[in-house]
């Protein structure tokens, strides 16, 4: 028989409240109580602490058990656990100190049920130290004992604690195996697996994953999602998915998990197929979460057609007020090159949360409206909604594409002075590459000389790419010199040098780098662009001809071309090594990616439509110059988001102004 919540009322201030309260008020209860629950009876106590506990209804949990107590009847064992579990699922210290000390004096202390459950109490409460004595002095524990003390340690930040005290956990279980003890369970492995997502070291994990193999856990539902999960934390993408499709009963929680796994790790295609396969073939429903993934998915690779296609599913479950969702949608519409719509459903998302305006301010950030991120800003101050660190990210980020130095710097200082959020790598990145672009090159090497952290390869980065800009070879050398030891492989860094070299006339530089990175077999990173029609992505490569158009694509394109230099385009050939000769270099930049994409596009959407490319690396300045003019001569917006920023290309126009 389960005890409601309701039934409890009469009992909480004992048997007397059921006599003396008015028959009018609950006469039902009254006669419910009485005929099923033996006040007189300890077991009985026992019987409504645990049902209400169970049930998610710790207060009334713990008003039965002061009750109990009020009618002087002796706890035992069975009476504390419960109890306890209470305290944990509120978080009441005090309350669990209180019953530990009932425990004590009935001489349950040592009772190892009862001290598993206070071992999960002060784990939950944050009093590891307590939890982590109470486990030293067990006598003896079984194994729930021990999986709280590893969940504890996960639960607060020490997953090689967590991972350590498992090995010792192995270690007893092998001795008691032989006498039918203590064994490793399911519930445990759960929890060191989350230690190994914590950590995320793959040899770790490989080995945990053979514990559950030999264990016989290979199939828990739960050890796969959490085994899914680890994988992909220490990068090893093909075993998350070996996991996931090992996996032979997948719930909600499986497919969830893969689909963010995918699209947090940039593989929106794979996402979205999962996300497809979950809809169309899994016996189970798509939820919240799924929703979220596929939007960032669809955010990741500009799909935006199949965006708007989950935000009209988002509609139909009644999901819009879901903040997780609501931000989600933000998102993707900012990222899909959608802002305005992006803030149509911002507007229209009851609950917001720091989360959801920081998406938004960030959002008109990357598109360049600077002015607008910052409305934002200050709105969500008025509105009470305390800035976090990443808001402030956003911040400096929205100041540094628009060049807003003061603007920028004031919330630099204010973030310490009056939110107290010291500045992380993040936001030093920002102000760097505002000082930077802005030509204050020297400020913003002394702000990298003061920083309270240390400087990154982004950082360096954003110096260098300053210094190209401002033709600054000598700070420039600096800025290089610190990532070649930061990020040495990266051949993009050797190349800027080089171009900075040979700007200066520096020839004999140019040839030591030309040889240094042949030599060490340095190549740049491959740039793509990506370009979504009629629900598909496509994705073009530096002189593409993988593409079943791709005849079509370059006649169209020279073409284009020849409008272009009607109107009076000259090559910008600064982006292109000093190395090859002119002809050379201007053939080389009619084949770039995004050039490619879009003549693809406007070969193949509605005319009047507006046209969306993404591109991976960051758009060179005779691509940003050809666009402007191809987007007049076709009488198209063109959309260009690159690793930096959104540019929006209309009537031979940027709305970066040329300031990127």
């Given at each position: 028989m389960k005890i409601t919540k309701v039934a409890l009322v009469?009992?909480?201030?004992?048997?007397?409240?059921?006599?003396?309260?008015?028959?009018?008020?609950?006469?039902?209860?009254?006669?419910?109580?009485?005929?099923?629950?033996?006040?007189?009876?300890?077991?009985s106590w026992n019987s409504v602490i645990a049902d209400?506990?169970?049930?998610?209804?710790?207060?009334?949990?713990?008003?039965?058990?002061?009750?109990?107590?009020?009618?002087?009847?002796?706890?035992?064992?069975?009476?504390?656990?419960?109890?306890?579990?209470?305290?944990?699922?509120?978080?009441?210290?005090?309350?669990?100190?209180?019953?530990?000390?009932?425990?004590?004096?009935?001489?349950?202390?040592?009772?190892?049920?009862?001290?598993?459950?206070?071992?999960?109490?002060?784990?939950?409460?944050?009093h590891l130290d307590d939890a982590q004595n109470l486990f030293d002095e067990t006598p003896v524990r079984n194994m729930v004992s021990w999986t709280s003390m590893i969940?504890?340690?996960?639960?607060?930040?020490?997953?090689?604690?967590?991972?350590?005290l498992f090995k010792d956990f192995l270690t007893e279980e092998s001795v008691a195996e032989k006498e039918n003890e203590v064994c490793v369970d399911a519930v445990a492995m759960v929890s060191v697996l989350a230690a190994c997502s914590s950590i995320s070291n793959k040899n770790v994990t490989e080995g945990v994953h053979g514990v559950v193999v030999k264990k016989g856990f290979a199939e828990n539902i739960r050890i796969g999602n959490t085994l899914v999960d680890a994988y992909a934390k220490c990068g090893q993408l093909r075993f998350s998915r070996k996991a996931f499709n090992e996996i032979i009963n997948k719930d909600v929680t499986t497919w969830n998990s893969m689909i963010a796994v995918c699209a947090q790790h940039g593989m929106s295609t794979e996402a979205l197929d999962l996300f497809y396969a979950m809809v169309r073939d899994a016996d189970v429903?798509?939820?919240?979460?799924?929703?979220?993934?596929?939007?960032?998915?669809c955010a990741h690779s500009g799909a935006l057609q199949i965006g708007k296609c989950i935000h009209d599913?988002?509609?139909?479950?009644?999901?819009?007020?879901?903040?997780?969702?609501?931000?989600?949608?933000?998102?993707?519409?900012?990222?899909?090159?959608?802002?305005?719509?992006?803030?149509?459903?911002?507007?229209?998302?009851?609950?917001?949360?720091?989360?959801?305006?920081?998406?938004?301010?960030?959002?008109?950030?990357?598109?360049?409206?600077?002015?607008?991120?910052?409305?934002?800003?200050?709105?969500?101050?008025?509105?009470?909604?305390?800035p976090n660190y990443i808001t402030f990210v956003s911040v400096l980020s929205a100041c540094s594409h628009a060049g807003l130095v003061d603007e920028g710097w004031h919330w630099f200082q204010t973030m310490?002075?009056?939110?107290?959020?010291?500045?992380?790598?993040?936001?030093?990145?920002?102000?760097?590459?505002?000082?930077?672009?802005?030509?204050?090159?020297?400020?913003?090497?002394?702000?990298?000389?003061?920083?309270?952290?240390?400087?990154?390869f982004v950082v360096w980065g954003s110096l260098l790419a300053a210094c190209r800009m401002h033709k600054n070879v000598d700070l420039g050398e600096i800025a290089a010199k610190k990532?070649?030891?930061?990020?040495?492989?990266?051949?993009?860094?050797?190349?800027?040098?080089?171009?900075?070299?040979?700007?200066?006339?520096?020839?004999?530089?140019?040839?030591?780098?030309?040889?240094?990175?042949?030599?060490?077999?340095?190549?740049k990173t491959p740039g793509f662009s990506l370009v979504e029609l009629k629900g598909r992505v496509h994705l073009f490569l530096v002189g593409d001809k993988e593409h079943p158009d791709h005849e079509k694509i370059y006649l169209y394109l020279e073409e284009l071309c020849m409008k272009v230099q009607e109107a009076g385009y000259v090559p910008n050939m600064t982006s292109v090594l000093h190395d090859i000769d002119?002809?050379?270099?201007?053939?080389?930049?009619?084949?770039?990616?995004?050039?490619?994409?879009?003549?693809?596009?406007?070969?193949?959407?509605?005319?009047?439509?507006?046209?969306?490319?993404?591109?991976?690396?960051r758009i060179c300045g005779d691509c940003h110059e050809t666009i402007k003019l191809i987007a007049k001569i076709v009488n198209r917006d063109i959309v260009v988001r690159d690793s930096k920023r959104f540019h929006h290309f209309s009537d031979g126009l940027c709305s970066c102004g040329d300031y990127w």
């Open positions: 009469a009992a909480n201030s004992s048997l007397q409240l059921a006599v003396n309260h008015s028959s009018h008020n609950h006469p039902n209860l009254v006669t419910f109580f009485n005929k099923y629950v033996d006040t007189t009876k300890v077991w209400l506990a169970r049930g998610g209804d710790s207060v009334e949990s713990l008003l039965a058990f002061s009750a109990m107590r009020k009618l002087s009847l002796t706890p035992n064992r069975s009476t504390f656990p419960c109890a306890i579990k209470s305290c944990s699922a509120l978080f009441d210290l005090h309350s669990g100190r209180q019953i530990q000390s009932q425990a004590f004096v009935f001489g349950f202390h040592d009772d190892v049920f009862v001290s598993s459950a206070l071992i999960n109490m002060y784990s939950k409460c944050g969940t504890g340690y996960v639960q607060n930040g020490r997953p090689f604690d967590a991972l350590s429903n798509h939820n919240a979460v799924t929703l979220s993934a596929g939007l960032l998915a599913q988002v509609i139909k479950m009644g999901l819009e007020d879901d903040v997780v969702v609501g931000t989600s949608i933000v998102d993707m519409y900012c990222k899909c090159g959608r802002v305005t719509t992006a803030r149509t459903a911002f507007d229209r998302t009851k609950n917001k949360n720091v989360k959801s305006w920081t998406a938004m301010v960030a959002g008109y950030g990357m598109h360049g409206y600077a002015q607008e991120a910052l409305d934002v800003f200050y709105e969500m101050i008025r509105v009470n909604i305390v310490t002075r009056k939110y107290s959020i010291e500045p992380g790598v993040e936001h030093y990145s920002c102000m760097v590459d505002l000082f930077g672009r802005a030509g204050f090159l020297n400020r913003a090497y002394d702000l990298i000389n003061k920083m309270k952290v240390q400087p990154d990532l070649f030891e930061l990020d040495p492989q990266n051949c993009g860094y050797y190349v800027l040098l080089s171009n900075m070299y040979a700007d200066a006339g520096r020839w004999n530089d140019v040839e030591k780098m030309r040889i240094y990175m042949k030599s060490h077999a340095l190549s002119n002809e050379e270099k201007e053939m080389t930049l009619k084949i770039h990616s995004e050039k490619l994409a879009v003549a693809y596009a406007v070969m193949n959407s509605v005319p009047g439509s507006t046209i969306q490319v993404i591109k991976n690396l």
